[in-house]
């Protein structure tokens, strides 16, 4: 079954299209990927579907358990279960870690934040009361705001280049909450243009110049990352560090 459908979806900025009559449907409980080279328009489909201020005014209809969610606010949508991490973490100036964890959860037990903090290889006496603020470097951050997101057990993260600023070992901690997400009933939304990222889904979409080009089984969308050109209508000339030769 589809947890959320996205239906001929346009958007134009400054009479530019972003995203082009754009259809995709995501399964509820798989592990989906969105991949395709830079301005391809995979996070602004993201915001899309976050329901962003400056992404509101699109064609096309998003519907969620086969409901139309294109007229809710993000706050709404959020709790619907939906929710987006952001490729570059924000900082919050003056607010622990705690607090960050559980802004958003219901039963605001400090278990929760211990137990969400472990689960991203994160100590809790080490960090719970530590500010989320500039003396975090981007891959804490980036851990941090992902045991937020553990904690608030969403029907459907969205995570914006997971693996972007991050060492070794968090990668492998951020791919092991990937999996226990997917096991414990999320649906995730991978945006990447990393072939080790997209060796974590279940199934794919190849995106270019804001329209759907591909979608199959991950091993079928790799081909991309190994310089197979799928058919595509990207006029531009390639940049061959993304991945692909589009």
Known sequence: MALLEIRNV???????????????????????????????????????????????????DI?????????LSVDDRARLGITLAWQEPARFEGLKVSQFILASVREKKEQEVDRALELVGLEPARYRFRAVDKTLSGGERKRIELASILAMKPRLVMLDEPDSGVD????????????????????????THSAR???????????????????????KILEYFSGKCLPCPHKNVPDLNSGGKK
Do not use: Q
């Not at 519907?63 to 294109?70: A, N, Q, V």
């Not at 070794?168 to 945006?191: M, S």
């Open 63 to 71: 519907l969620f358990e086969g409901k139309s969610i294109k007229d």
């Open 197 to 219: 990222v997209l060796e974590k889904a279940d199934h794919a979409f190849l995106m270019c110049s804001g329209m759907l080009v591909d979608k199959g089984e991950t091993a």
């Open 10 to 60: 346009s958007l134009h900025v400054n009479s530019t299209g972003i995203l082009n009559d754009l259809s995709l449907e995501f399964w509820e409980g798989y592990v989906h990927a969105v991949v395709g080279p830079n301005g391809a328009g995979k996070s602004t489909l993201a915001n899309v579907i976050m329901g962003l201020p400056d992404y509101r005014n699109h064609s096309g």
């Open 168 to 191: 070794i070992e968090a990668i492998e901690r951020i791919f092991g909450a990937i999996d226990h997400l997917k096991k414990n009933g999320t649906t995730v939304l991978l945006i």
